[in-house]
Protein backbone atom coordinates (compact mmCIF):
# COMPACT_ATOMS: atom_id res chain seq x y z
CA UNK A 1 0.00 0.00 0.00
CA UNK A 2 1.25 3.02 -1.19
CA UNK A 3 2.56 5.86 2.14
CA UNK A 4 0.11 8.77 1.93
CA UNK A 5 1.59 9.77 5.21
CA UNK A 6 5.14 10.92 5.65
CA UNK A 7 7.19 12.69 8.17
CA UNK A 8 8.40 15.66 6.90
CA UNK A 9 11.81 14.90 6.43
CA UNK A 10 10.45 11.76 4.47
CA UNK A 11 8.45 13.83 2.22
CA UNK A 12 11.52 16.31 1.38
CA UNK A 13 13.88 13.04 1.14
CA UNK A 14 11.33 12.06 -1.37
CA UNK A 15 11.11 15.31 -3.77
CA UNK A 16 12.05 14.69 -7.24
CA UNK A 17 15.42 16.31 -8.72
CA UNK A 18 14.29 18.07 -11.88
CA UNK A 19 16.05 19.86 -14.42
CA UNK A 20 14.94 23.19 -14.03
CA UNK A 21 14.54 24.02 -9.96
CA UNK A 22 13.62 27.49 -10.05
CA UNK A 23 10.07 26.20 -11.77
CA UNK A 24 9.91 23.84 -8.42
CA UNK A 25 7.81 25.22 -6.02
CA UNK A 26 6.57 23.82 -2.75
CA UNK A 27 3.64 24.15 -1.17
CA UNK A 28 1.83 23.56 2.44
CA UNK A 29 -1.75 24.05 3.43
CA UNK A 30 -1.98 24.01 7.14
CA UNK A 31 -5.27 24.49 9.64
CA UNK A 32 -3.09 25.41 12.72
CA UNK A 33 -6.51 26.35 15.27
CA UNK A 34 -4.65 29.59 16.47
CA UNK A 35 -2.21 27.26 18.20
CA UNK A 36 -3.91 25.09 20.12
CA UNK A 37 -2.77 21.60 20.52
CA UNK A 38 -5.39 18.75 19.58
CA UNK A 39 -4.38 14.84 20.26
CA UNK A 40 -8.21 13.96 21.04
CA UNK A 41 -12.31 14.17 20.61
CA UNK A 42 -12.62 15.07 24.22
CA UNK A 43 -9.88 17.90 24.52
CA UNK A 44 -12.46 20.07 22.30
CA UNK A 45 -14.02 20.29 25.67
CA UNK A 46 -11.37 20.40 27.98
CA UNK A 47 -9.22 22.72 25.89
CA UNK A 48 -12.17 25.50 24.39
CA UNK A 49 -11.23 27.53 26.89
CA UNK A 50 -7.91 28.24 25.01
CA UNK A 51 -10.35 29.72 21.89
CA UNK A 52 -11.37 32.30 24.20
CA UNK A 53 -8.37 33.02 26.26
CA UNK A 54 -4.73 33.38 26.30
CA UNK A 55 -2.30 29.86 27.03
CA UNK A 56 1.70 29.64 28.29
CA UNK A 57 1.83 27.07 25.65
CA UNK A 58 0.39 28.77 22.48
CA UNK A 59 4.00 30.47 21.38
CA UNK A 60 5.46 27.42 21.43
CA UNK A 61 3.31 25.44 19.54
CA UNK A 62 3.69 27.99 16.75
CA UNK A 63 7.23 27.68 17.04
CA UNK A 64 6.62 24.10 16.45
CA UNK A 65 4.75 25.15 13.26
CA UNK A 66 7.69 27.58 12.24
CA UNK A 67 9.59 24.80 12.03
CA UNK A 68 7.53 22.80 9.21
CA UNK A 69 6.45 25.99 6.97
CA UNK A 70 10.32 27.02 6.67
CA UNK A 71 11.00 24.13 4.45
CA UNK A 72 8.50 25.60 1.47
CA UNK A 73 7.89 28.38 -0.56
CA UNK A 74 4.37 29.78 -0.22
CA UNK A 75 2.35 28.13 3.01
CA UNK A 76 -1.59 28.65 2.96
CA UNK A 77 -3.00 28.53 6.59
CA UNK A 78 -6.46 28.66 8.03
CA UNK A 79 -7.95 29.27 11.65
CA UNK A 80 -4.77 31.97 12.94
CA UNK A 81 -5.19 34.62 14.88
CA UNK A 82 -4.79 38.26 13.34
CA UNK A 83 -3.39 39.61 16.87
CA UNK A 84 -6.36 39.61 20.15
CA UNK A 85 -6.74 38.76 23.28
CA UNK A 86 -6.66 35.56 23.05
CA UNK A 87 -3.45 35.29 21.54
CA UNK A 88 -1.90 37.81 23.51
CA UNK A 89 -1.93 40.44 21.19
CA UNK A 90 0.46 38.53 18.46
CA UNK A 91 -0.87 38.33 15.16
CA UNK A 92 -0.05 34.46 14.87
CA UNK A 93 0.30 35.14 10.49
CA UNK A 94 3.45 37.75 11.06
CA UNK A 95 4.81 35.60 13.96
CA UNK A 96 4.67 32.51 11.56
CA UNK A 97 6.30 34.56 8.83
CA UNK A 98 9.15 35.79 10.36
CA UNK A 99 10.28 33.09 12.36
CA UNK A 100 10.06 30.89 8.85
CA UNK A 101 11.69 33.54 7.49
CA UNK A 102 8.95 34.31 4.58
CA UNK A 103 9.33 37.92 3.11
CA UNK A 104 5.94 38.47 2.07
CA UNK A 105 3.09 37.50 4.48
CA UNK A 106 -0.87 38.46 3.89
CA UNK A 107 -3.63 37.81 6.48
CA UNK A 108 -7.40 38.30 6.09
CA UNK A 109 -9.42 38.62 9.21
CA UNK A 110 -13.03 37.22 8.34
CA UNK A 111 -14.30 37.66 11.90
CA UNK A 112 -13.24 40.04 14.48
CA UNK A 113 -15.08 39.72 17.81
CA UNK A 114 -13.10 42.50 19.49
CA UNK A 115 -11.01 41.99 21.86
CA UNK A 116 -11.31 38.18 22.14
CA UNK A 117 -10.54 36.73 19.09
CA UNK A 118 -9.58 38.03 15.30
CA UNK A 119 -10.56 34.68 12.91
CA UNK A 120 -8.09 35.07 9.84
CA UNK A 121 -6.41 33.25 6.87
CA UNK A 122 -3.02 33.70 6.27
CA UNK A 123 -0.67 33.48 3.30
CA UNK A 124 3.31 33.08 3.40
CA UNK A 125 5.26 33.24 0.43
CA UNK A 126 8.85 33.57 -0.32
CA UNK A 127 7.76 34.64 -4.30
CA UNK A 128 7.05 38.53 -5.02
CA UNK A 129 3.35 38.95 -5.71
CA UNK A 130 2.46 40.79 -8.83
CA UNK A 131 -1.03 41.79 -6.78
CA UNK A 132 -3.27 39.86 -3.49
CA UNK A 133 -6.66 40.48 -3.47
CA UNK A 134 -9.23 39.97 -1.13
CA UNK A 135 -12.53 38.77 -1.40
CA UNK A 136 -15.62 38.28 1.14
CA UNK A 137 -17.53 34.61 0.27
CA UNK A 138 -21.34 34.41 0.12
CA UNK A 139 -23.02 33.10 2.69
CA UNK A 140 -25.83 33.13 5.66
CA UNK A 141 -23.84 33.89 8.09
CA UNK A 142 -20.81 36.56 8.04
CA UNK A 143 -16.81 34.95 8.46
CA UNK A 144 -15.31 33.49 5.03
CA UNK A 145 -13.11 34.98 2.76
CA UNK A 146 -10.58 34.39 0.41
CA UNK A 147 -7.10 35.62 -0.80
CA UNK A 148 -5.85 35.65 -3.98
CA UNK A 149 -2.65 36.45 -5.16
CA UNK A 150 -1.34 36.14 -8.63
CA UNK A 151 2.75 35.79 -9.07
CA UNK A 152 4.08 37.25 -12.30
CA UNK A 153 2.72 39.59 -14.96
CA UNK A 154 2.34 37.31 -18.34
CA UNK A 155 -0.10 34.36 -17.69
CA UNK A 156 0.41 34.50 -13.80
CA UNK A 157 0.22 31.48 -11.42
CA UNK A 158 -2.63 32.54 -9.81
CA UNK A 159 -2.74 30.99 -5.49
CA UNK A 160 -6.30 31.12 -3.66
CA UNK A 161 -6.52 30.26 -0.01
CA UNK A 162 -10.00 29.13 1.38
CA UNK A 163 -11.36 27.62 3.86
CA UNK A 164 -15.23 27.07 3.48
CA UNK A 165 -18.16 26.82 5.35
CA UNK A 166 -19.26 23.61 6.15
CA UNK A 167 -22.80 23.11 4.62
CA UNK A 168 -22.21 21.45 0.85
CA UNK A 169 -24.79 24.26 -0.22
CA UNK A 170 -23.03 26.81 1.00
CA UNK A 171 -19.27 25.46 -0.32
CA UNK A 172 -21.12 25.65 -3.87
CA UNK A 173 -22.06 29.11 -3.43
CA UNK A 174 -18.60 29.89 -2.43
CA UNK A 175 -17.00 28.10 -5.32
CA UNK A 176 -19.00 29.24 -7.89
CA UNK A 177 -17.60 32.38 -6.24
CA UNK A 178 -14.15 31.52 -6.29
CA UNK A 179 -15.08 30.33 -10.46
CA UNK A 180 -15.88 33.72 -11.55
CA UNK A 181 -12.80 35.01 -9.99
CA UNK A 182 -10.07 32.57 -11.69
CA UNK A 183 -12.38 32.58 -15.17
CA UNK A 184 -9.40 32.58 -18.06
CA UNK A 185 -6.67 31.95 -15.34
CA UNK A 186 -4.61 29.13 -16.76
CA UNK A 187 -2.64 28.27 -13.83
CA UNK A 188 -4.29 28.00 -10.62
CA UNK A 189 -3.77 26.71 -7.24
CA UNK A 190 -6.37 26.26 -4.16
CA UNK A 191 -5.24 25.90 -0.86
CA UNK A 192 -7.32 25.14 2.33
CA UNK A 193 -9.48 23.75 4.38
CA UNK A 194 -12.19 23.34 2.04
CA UNK A 195 -14.27 20.98 4.56
CA UNK A 196 -15.26 18.70 2.19
CA UNK A 197 -13.66 15.47 -0.27
CA UNK A 198 -12.19 16.32 -2.99
CA UNK A 199 -13.79 14.33 -5.14
CA UNK A 200 -17.60 15.96 -3.97
CA UNK A 201 -15.40 19.12 -4.59
CA UNK A 202 -14.32 18.15 -7.91
CA UNK A 203 -17.58 16.55 -9.22
CA UNK A 204 -20.59 18.22 -7.75
CA UNK A 205 -19.60 22.50 -7.47
CA UNK A 206 -18.56 24.33 -9.74
CA UNK A 207 -14.74 23.50 -9.43
CA UNK A 208 -16.06 20.96 -11.81
CA UNK A 209 -16.34 23.60 -14.44
CA UNK A 210 -12.07 24.25 -14.27
CA UNK A 211 -9.57 21.73 -15.56
CA UNK A 212 -8.44 20.49 -11.90
CA UNK A 213 -6.55 18.13 -11.13
CA UNK A 214 -7.91 14.94 -9.79
CA UNK A 215 -6.58 13.64 -5.65
CA UNK A 216 -5.55 10.92 -3.87
CA UNK A 217 -8.90 10.24 -1.96
CA UNK A 218 -6.37 8.12 0.73
CA UNK A 219 -5.36 12.14 1.61
CA UNK A 220 -6.81 12.16 4.89
CA UNK A 221 -6.27 15.33 6.84
CA UNK A 222 -9.25 15.18 9.95
CA UNK A 223 -8.77 14.19 12.52
CA UNK A 224 -5.20 14.66 13.12
CA UNK A 225 -4.58 11.69 16.04
CA UNK A 226 -6.51 9.51 13.65
CA UNK A 227 -6.80 10.86 10.10
CA UNK A 228 -10.15 9.49 8.59
CA UNK A 229 -11.25 12.63 6.30
CA UNK A 230 -10.09 14.42 3.54
CA UNK A 231 -10.69 17.85 4.26
CA UNK A 232 -7.71 19.81 3.47
CA UNK A 233 -6.65 20.16 -0.31
CA UNK A 234 -4.37 21.89 -2.51
CA UNK A 235 -5.69 21.27 -6.19
CA UNK A 236 -3.80 22.79 -9.26
CA UNK A 237 -5.14 23.03 -12.78
CA UNK A 238 -4.15 20.62 -15.27
CA UNK A 239 -1.16 23.28 -16.93
CA UNK A 240 1.00 22.09 -13.37
CA UNK A 241 2.39 18.98 -12.97
CA UNK A 242 2.27 17.51 -9.39
CA UNK A 243 5.56 16.02 -8.31
CA UNK A 244 4.61 14.87 -5.22
CA UNK A 245 2.32 15.37 -2.85
CA UNK A 246 1.42 13.72 0.98
CA UNK A 247 -0.23 14.37 4.54
CA UNK A 248 2.51 15.70 6.91
CA UNK A 249 2.18 13.34 10.04
CA UNK A 250 3.17 16.14 12.28
CA UNK A 251 -0.06 16.10 15.13
CA UNK A 252 0.24 19.67 16.16
CA UNK A 253 -3.50 21.24 15.46
CA UNK A 254 -6.80 18.88 14.61
CA UNK A 255 -5.82 18.83 11.45
CA UNK A 256 -2.25 17.53 9.55
CA UNK A 257 -1.12 19.78 7.13
CA UNK A 258 -1.16 18.84 3.17
CA UNK A 259 2.04 19.40 1.25
CA UNK A 260 2.85 19.43 -2.17
CA UNK A 261 5.45 19.61 -4.21
CA UNK A 262 4.17 21.20 -8.06
CA UNK A 263 6.61 21.74 -11.16
CA UNK A 264 5.27 24.39 -13.21
CA UNK A 265 5.44 25.31 -16.76
CA UNK A 266 8.92 26.53 -18.25
CA UNK A 267 7.46 29.07 -20.15
CA UNK A 268 6.07 30.99 -16.95
CA UNK A 269 8.06 33.54 -15.89
CA UNK A 270 7.65 34.34 -12.13
Avoid: C
Amino acid sequence: MVNHRLSLSDFLLALPDADKAKNQINLISFNIQVGIQTAAYHHYLTRSWQHLWPHKQRTPTLDRIADILRHFDIAALQEADGGSWRSNFINQVEHLADKAKFPHWFQQTNRNIRPIAKHSNGLLSRLEPHQVEYHKLPGLLPGRGAMVMKIGRTDPLVIIVLHLALGAKTQAAQLGYIQTLVEGARHVVIMGDLNNHADHLLSNTPLAKLNFHSVDPLLHTFPSWQPQRGLDHILVSDSIQINKVAVLDTPISDHLPIAMQIQLPSKIIL
